[in-house]
């Protein structure tokens, strides 16, 4: 899992953008979020999140608000997620 903070928020199309530790900057979706809804998330919110190769760059799966990290621990890897 890794660390970073919301930088970008596009809220009519659904995606934003995250300041991860490492200074790289990582794509997410709402329909990527895990226990806290799109609509909640604002700029400068410290979340936690698994990474992924995307088409595009790196993209944030699984993403939840750093203060409910604990219940991180209890999600499904991301491969679940994908599965045909």
């Known amino acids: 899992m890794a660390n970073g903070f919301i930088t970008e ?11 991860a530790e490492d200074g790289s ?10 226990n806290v809804r ?8 410290e979340v936690v999140f698994s990474v ?4 595009r ?3 944030a799966y699984n993403l939840v608000l ?7 621990s209890r999600m499904r890897p991301v491969e679940m997620l994908f599965k045909d």
């Open 9 to 19: 928020i596009d809220r009519p199309k659904g995606y934003g953008f995250i300041e």
């Open 25 to 34: 900057r990582v794509f997410f979706h709402q329909r990527w979020l895990r």
């Open 38 to 45: 799109f609509k909640n998330l604002s700029i400068g919110d």
């Open 52 to 55: 992924n190769p995307g088409p």
């Open 57 to 59: 760059g790196p993209r």
């Open 66 to 72: 750093a203060s409910e990290q604990e219940s991180a």
